[in-house]
Each structure stands twice: as C-alpha cells, then as structure tokens.
C-alpha cells in the first residue's frame, strides 16, 4: 500500500493526528520533522464557510492561481467552492506562502492535511503548490484529508486527471460519514438547522460532541437531506454513465438543483472493521459516497446519523493499518479486467472474492454494484476510443508529409502558399485540397469526443498529440483561410476571426501547445496571420493604423522565431501587395521597411 500511494503508514497517521489537532488553531500548524513537513489546516464551522451564496456556493476559479485548473480544449474554467477558497485566499496571504517556501529550502517532501471542513482548504494549497513550484522544482507535494467535503467540480477532477495531479490526493473517508457529501446538497434544504448541526462539529464550541445530538431531531433530518440530495446526484451521473438517453432526464436535470462538486484523487473508504478500499474512478468514488452510507432501513438511521457524525479518523486508520493486510483496489491499474461482483452471496476467489468481501462490508447493494461497473465501463469506453484516434496517427502524418511537400514546391516555385493555394490552379493544389479536407474531418471527429468529455482526460496533454495538433495547425489552417477568402464567404457570413468563425479544430490544438509550453493565452496566433491580412485589407488605412502596426511588429518576431515563412515577403503575396498600397510615411516608419528594401 505505501508503494502505491506514495506516503507511509506513519505518515498516514501522523496527518490524521494534526489534522484533527488542527482544529484548535486559528488556520493551521505547521510541523517540520527529520523526514517531512506537514501543513494541517483546521476546520470552519459557520454556514458561510460552506455556501457563500445559494444553491451551491460555487465559484470560476482565479486563473492567476490556478491557472491549470480548466479544459484546455474547450476553454472551460473550473469552479470551486467560495467559502472554502476565501479561506485558503486568507491564509495564503498572510503567513502560508513564506512558510511553505522555508519549507521547500530543507529539501523535504511537503505533506498538506486536513481534517473534514479543514481538508477542501488543504486541498486547495497542494494545487496552488502544484501550480506554483513543482513546474521549476519537480518535487511534488502530497494530500491527505479526513472526511473532507468535496471541493471542486469535474473541470477541477478533469484537470487534476490531466495534468496527472490527481494521484497526490489521498481522501479517506469513513463508511457513514456524511460530512463529504455535504455540498452535495443546496444550502436552501439545510440552512435551518446547519449552523446548529455544524457546531456540534466544532472543537472550540461547546457542544462538541454532546451526546444529546444522538437522539436531535434536527441531526436526523439533517443526515437524511443530505442523503436524498446525494441520491439526485449519484443517480443522475449514473444514468449518463449508463447511457440513458430518456428525454425525462433532461428535463428533470432542467429544473432540479444538481450540486456541481465532484470527487478527484484517490478515495480510501475506511469499512469499520478494519479494511480499506481505494478507488480512482471519480464516477465510482461518488457512487461510493452515497450508497456506503445508506442504512439499510429506516430503523436503522438513528445509528448511522450517530456514526456519522461521530467519526473517529485516528482509530479507523489505527486499525486499518495494523499490519497493512486488509487493503482492496477497486480500480488498479496492473489489473483493469477484474468485474465488479454483482452479488454479496457471488462464489469468487482471489481479487474478485477479495472485492466482494470489500463492497459487501461497505454495504452495497446491487444496484450500487451496478453502478460501479457503469463507472468502469464509462472510462473502458474512453480508452477504447483513444486506441480508435491512436490508430490514425500514422494516416494524420502520411497526410502532413503530402501538405508540407505542397508547401515546399510552392516555395521552389517562388509562389507563396497560402497564395498558390487560393489560385487553385493545378493538380498538386486539387491534392492538397482533398488532404486538406481529410484532416478537418479527424480532428473535426476529435473535437467533438473532448467537448463531450470522450476520451481520457489526460488526452490533451499526451506529447505526441500536441506536436501532431500543433503541425497540423501551422500546416493546414492557412489553407482553410486562403480557401475561405477564395470562396468570399466573408461576404456571406462575415470574416473569417468573427465569433463562431474560426474552426474548432484550431482553436483547440492552439490551446493545447500554449498551455503544454505555459504560454499566454492567443500568443500562438501566427496560423491566423492571412486571415488577420485579409481583414485589415479591406478597411481605410486610418480605421486600422493601430492594427497594422502590432501585425508589422508580430510578423517581424514570427519570422525571426521561424513560425512564419519567408514566401510572405514574395513579390506577389497577397500580403506584400496590399502593404506597398499602405501610405508612403507609414511605410519608411514601419518595422518591416527592411524587409522591403526601405
């Protein structure tokens, strides 16, 4: 177990212990040892800590912080919860940010903890870690929280998975703690009682812990409308898992309140009785959280309202961990045909036999089962279509090699490219053409599997895919320019940089190299330059004079780095032409003049 997780089983401990000892600090403590430094975060307990604004408390993440906490492709921010985030904000500017750099000066890896409301703000420090110091260090942090409540949606899950962030996370998670599922549930069905219920969460209050919460009426309804929030979630992701294409889905998600957080990292379920289950899969892990707190009836929810909210981290990780004997993996990677028994009474041996055991002590029913292997299934199926994809690759570079030797006779021809190609006079254009068109259509293909979140999340990040997008890009967009204006489609449906103009397929694989090469965004926009060209020559000089002369000035640095070729300067360019029509004083004052001979 400690191989696979990366952290040991003091480590474990020795967090859970600091987490929970946490709580009695004003923010956190810091603990540096021979072998680690350990950042606990302790717990907030005012409604507002949880939902800063009805229903969910969500908020677009900073990108100045986090700025990789987004779909690239899609340019899709992700949202984090408000509350929990201003308080993570707080302490980072008053002491967090100069103890965690002393920190990385002793040379020892960095442990972030938390302890239920205390663990969302530990989970935000080890992304702003992730995103400030492991890109120049290399030395990544881990996360460990204790009945954490879930603090981002599946954009930041989605990030994490692709920038393989996720596996320093660690949550563990009792079987009837209700605390993770809170923000599952919209502050409208809880603010009655929550501020009462939530101090009896809290250390410092006191009614900590008072016994009299074991028979509060107001703990019973609490715990039960958490449950049936969860319940909408968990059985609506698990109908889109499923595949249901019932239109009453749609409308019902229409008008009922759906909590945006998702679970991301790895979740060790703690069963009570000695054994932990771990688990990858975010689709499962929130399957998990609902059904392993169900009691089985109505009779039972007195004691699973009392478990639940007397849980007790350091004793279930005391006796998991005795002897490291009892530890299941839901999902390993060495072993990804292992199927989710269906039944508790199923006869199996080995790791099916060992699963069973595991689900049926975190009591899950059969339907939960189904579920579970809704969720295997679901990210099977992003696998198999990125083997499909991978399999064109070599027909992607065939056709690349077809459009750059095009590229290459129209320069020994000293005709420019994108001129050659909007002519269309002969047959190697024609060529260039139909490859042209092929390559739309798989990217085209592509584009559509990362809107719909098809294929792995680590898909956007794969070197060899950046590299292809990016030639694909650099080769083939001037093309769909020159044909665009060969066509004079601006005149239909306007230019081609207007709003819904410009494919996707560019757009996308643009992000993909600016954020693989952390690079501002729209700084890669040297493929556009014809069309950039061919909308500044058709407006009055003095409309646009500002404009031209940033054009002038990128083109200057794009030709020096070699992202743009020399055949723009050729006698008879679209470019070189319109510029010699630009005004005499303009010309001998511009960037570009010696590149005409001025």
């Given at each position: 177990m400690e191989e696979k997780l990366g952290v040991t089983e003091a480590q474990m401990i020795k967090a859970c212990c600091l987490a929970v000892r946490s709580h009695k600090s004003s923010g956190y403590i810091k603990e540096s040892g021979s072998e680690d430094t350990v950042f606990a975060f302790g717990g907030s307990w005012a409604d507002q800590d949880f939902y800063s604004h009805e229903p969910f408390g969500e908020i677009t993440i900073d990108p100045s912080l986090f700025p990789s906490l987004k779909s690239v492709g899609n340019n899709e921010p992700a949202k984090i919860n408000q509350g929990f985030f201003r308080r993570f904000q707080a302490l980072l500017l008053q002491t967090l940010q100069a103890e965690v750099e002393k920190a990385i000066k002793k040379a020892k890896p960095i442990i972030f903890t938390g302890h239920s409301s205390g663990g969302p703000v530990a989970i935000l420090a080890a992304v702003w870690y992730l995103e400030k110091y492991t890109r120049s260090s290399g030395d990544p942090c881990k996360c460990l929280t204790f009945g954490s409540p879930l603090v981002g949606d599946r954009i930041f899950t989605h990030a994490?998975?692709?920038?393989?962030?996720?596996?320093?996370?660690?949550?563990?998670?009792?079987?009837?703690?209700?605390?993770?599922?809170?923000?599952?549930?919209?502050?409208?069905?809880?603010?009655?009682?929550?501020?009462?219920?939530?101090?009896?969460?809290?250390?410092?209050?006191?009614?900590?812990?008072?016994?009299?919460?074991?028979?509060?009426?107001?703990?019973?309804?609490?715990?039960?409308?958490?449950?049936?929030?969860?319940?909408?979630?968990?059985?609506?992701?698990?109908?889109?898992?499923?595949?249901?294409?019932?239109?009453?889905?749609?409308?019902?998600?229409?008008?009922?309140?759906?909590?945006?957080?998702?679970?991301?990292?790895?979740?060790?379920?703690?069963?009570?009785?000695?054994?932990?289950?771990?688990?990858?899969?975010?689709?499962a892990v929130l399957q998990i959280l609902f059904y392993c707190c169900q009691p089985g009836d109505e009779s039972e929810v007195k004691d699973a309202t009392s478990r639940s909210l007397y849980m007790d981290y350091n004793k279930e990780l005391e006796d998991s961990l005795l002897g490291m004997q009892d530890v299941v993996y839901l999902d390993d990677d060495d072993d990804d045909d292992t199927e989710i028994p269906l039944s508790a009474n199923t006869n199996a041996s080995g790791d099916t036999a060992s699963i069973n055991a595991a689900l049926k002590d975190l009591g899950l029913s059969t339907r939960a089962r189904l579920c579970l292997r809704a969720a295997q299934a679901f990210e099977k199926k992003k696998l198999e279509y990125q083997k499909t994809i991978d399999s064109k690759i070599p027909m992607i570079i065939k056709m690349h090699d077809v459009i750059a030797d095009y590229q290459k006779a129209c320069n020994d021809r000293k005709i420019g490219y994108y001129d050659a190609f909007k002519i269309q006079k002969g047959t190697p254009d024609f060529n260039a053409n139909v490859k042209r068109l092929e390559l739309a259509g798989i990217w085209d293909e592509i584009v559509e599997m990362l809107k719909r979140y098809e294929l792995p999340d680590g898909f956007e990040s794969r070197p060899e895919w950046v590299e292809l997008g990016t030639k694909f890009r650099k080769l083939v967009e001037p093309l769909d320019i020159a044909n665009y204006y060969r066509h004079s489609k601006d005149e239909d449906t306007g230019t081609y940089l207007r709003d819904g103009g410009r494919p996707k397929r560019y757009k996308y694989t643009q992000r993909w190299h600016e954020h693989a090469h952390r690079l501002n965004e729209g700084s890669s926009s040297e493929t556009i330059f014809w069309a950039k060209v061919e909308e500044l020559r058709r407006k009055p000089f003095a409309e646009v004079k500002d404009q031209i002369v940033g054009l002038e000035k990128q083109v200057r640095e794009w030709v020096q780095t070699e992202e743009l070729n020399n055949d723009v300067f050729l006698e008879k360019s679209t470019f070189v032409e319109w510029w010699k029509t630009l005004p005499q004083q303009h010309r001998s004052e511009s960037c570009l003049r010696l590149q005409f001979g001025h």
């Open positions: 994490l998975n692709r920038e393989n962030w996720a596996r320093f996370f660690l949550h563990f998670v009792g079987r009837y703690d209700i605390v993770p599922q809170i923000t599952l549930a919209p502050y409208s069905s809880l603010k009655t009682k929550f501020g009462q219920i939530l101090d009896f969460f809290n250390p410092k209050s006191s009614n900590f812990h008072k016994s009299s919460i074991l028979i509060s009426q107001e703990a019973l309804t609490f715990f039960k409308t958490v449950l049936k929030n969860a319940s909408s979630v968990a059985s609506h992701a698990a109908c889109n898992l499923m595949g249901s294409t019932n239109s009453l889905l749609e409308i019902i998600s229409s008008f009922v309140e759906l909590s945006p957080y998702r679970p991301s990292g790895t979740f060790i379920f703690c069963t009570g009785n000695g054994k932990l289950v771990c688990v990858k899969n975010p689709n």
